[in-house]
């Protein structure tokens, strides 16, 4: 960056010196010269080249049958046609299965990270210097074995035991994540070329930080799809919901503009995206609970090599009846309620979505905007390209992930425990506080109707501690054996008296 801006600095010396002194007497020509200044200032501090517009490539038939219509209304039309058809898409791979879903968030990481590394290169290529898409390539991969393999050795212990190539891959696993990734830190510093030290520091730094926000947040992505279907397909949907209920408002009555880095976003399509994302996040939880297919964690099964989405479901998704607020009670005239305690969870999911996940399409604009492009790609017409479409699930990945592990599953009191008897469990873990009161009304906290109030953030019963799993499962505790193994190791224990 900072070559560009001094060769921009000797090309443009010269042609001011050229300037005739007795130009500058006259104020009209001091005027087009301090304009003429001022242009060639904004280009020396931008330091950047323009990386080139994608051609639009809205299908051929689009064209010709919105031909009669305004670029406001086409964009309108071509938008909500593609959004229709991408939201059915995202109901077939749920229909597919957990595998499936894996698999397109591995796609999307790729494609995210193809694509900002595209805009890097635009600016890396004009010095002609080696290495760097290979590098980044190469770190993504080692980055993502890193991550894999890790999620590979916590969720299929028992297979990766089973197997000797597998089960040393897995002890040594970090050993060569390192060893994988000090190779490509080698290799980069051998790459580096004189005079072109700092930009290629920059360019190191600009991989490096794609990693973090594309790589880390799709492999959080992942453990969320482990803990329940429900948890990856509420806060993406939320998302989804909010983008476009925004836009909706925002198109149609939209005045009054939200932030200077998204001229088109306004307060009305904010507002209006926020409460429709709370009633669609309410909604969309109610009929997801009641399916074992969406709240039962993914579970590999070691007898039929395949995955498995069964169990009881918990309290969490177990009809509960609430006593309402005297407020909202003289509103609806409803002394109680019955909703699922996720219902109550989603609004925090719905909450986050619509407030904080825009800033994460906020900071994408800032970053188009820096390089002076409209939309990352052109992969999806009227669209842009996949991270314009993603840009605030990486944001909303990393809230779900924090919070289950927060308020739903909660820090493990087994763990290094030397006088617990099984194995630390992840699912053992207290969950959200019970109120005093039993569901049927037991209890002081308990109201006449014999429902839980839902004034105290606390109402939301505990998940309970899921059954240990059998044998035949090999997803053991977070990164430690099945019950079978650690009994065995505690027999051998107690017998040498350790």
């Known amino acids: 960056m900072a070559e560009l801006r001094h060769r921009g600095a000797k090309d443009t010396g010269p042609a001011l010196q050229q300037q005739p002194s007795e130009d500058k007497g006259s104020d009209g020509e001091l005027k087009v010269e301090k304009d003429v200044a001022s242009d060639t200032e904004s280009k020396v501090d931008t330091g950047v080249p323009e990386v080139p517009v994608p051609a639009d490539d809205t299908p051929e038939v689009l064209n010709k049958a919105l031909s009669g219509l305004s670029s406001r209304w086409k964009n309108w039309w071509v938008r909500g046609i593609l959004t229709l058809a991408m939201i059915s898409f995202f109901f077939f791979i749920i229909y597919l299965g957990p595998m499936v879903l894996m698999m ?16 890097g290169y635009s600016v890396y290529h004009s010095y002609h210097l080696p290495w760097f898409r290979t590098l980044s390539w190469y770190f993504l991969l080692c980055v993502n074995y890193f991550f894999y393999g890790e999620t590979v050795t916590d969720y299929f212990f028992t297979l990766v035991q089973r197997e000797e190539p597998l089960r040393i891959l897995s002890k040594y696993h970090r050993f060569i994540s390192f060893a994988l990734y000090l190779t490509g830190f080698c290799m980069f510093v051998l790459s580096l070329v004189k005079k072109h030290y700092r930009l290629q520091f920059y360019m190191f730094g600009w991989t490096h930080v794609t990693l973090l926000i594309v790589v880390t947040q799709s492999h959080l992505i992942i453990h969320n799809l482990f803990e329940g279907m429900i948890w990856f397909i509420v806060p993406i949907s939320c998302v989804i919901c909010n983008d476009i209920m925004a836009y909706m408002f925002g198109f149609f009555f939209g005045r009054t503009p939200l932030i200077k880095l998204s001229p088109k976003k306004t307060w009305e399509g904010f ?32 007898d039929s090599n395949s995955f498995q989405v069964d169990c009881e479901p918990s309290e969490l998704f177990q009809l509960q009846d609430y006593t309402l607020p005297s407020i909202l009670e003289s509103v609806t005239g409803w002394t109680t309620v019955r909703l ?4 109550i969870h989603s609004i925090a999911l719905s909450s986050f979505a619509s407030i904080v996940g825009p800033f994460g399409g906020f900071f994408a604009s800032g970053f188009k905007r820096a390089f002076k492009i409209k939309d990352f790609a052109n992969t999806i017409p009227g669209h842009g390209g996949i991270m314009d479409r993603f840009d605030c699930q990486y944001l909303m990945a990393t809230f779900v992930n924090v919070y289950i592990a927060s308020f739903i599953r909660g820090p493990n009191p087994q763990q290094g425990d030397p006088a617990a008897s099984g194995p630390p469990s992840r699912s053992a873990a207290p969950h959200l506080q019970l109120p005093e009161g039993t569901p049927d009304g037991e209890g002081p906290a308990a109201s006449a109707g014999g429902g839980r109030r839902l004034e105290t953030p606390t109402a939301m019963p505990a998940r309970p501690e899921r059954e240990t799993r059998e044998v035949g499962s090999t997803r053991g505790p977070r990164g430690q054996p099945p019950r079978q193994l650690w009994e065995t190791y505690s027999a051998l224990c107690e017998r040498e008296h350790i």
């Not at 297919?293 to 590999?300: G, K």
């Open 104 to 119: 397109i968030v591995l796609c999307v990481q790729i494609k995210c990270f193809q694509e900002i590394i595209t805009i």
């Open 271 to 302: 507002i209006g995206g926020f409460f429709s994302t709370i009633v669609f996040g309410i909604m969309l939880s109610y009929v997801m609970a009641g399916w074992r297919y969406f709240v039962c964690p993914v579970e590999f099964n070691n």
């Open 340 to 343: 699922y305690p996720f219902q």
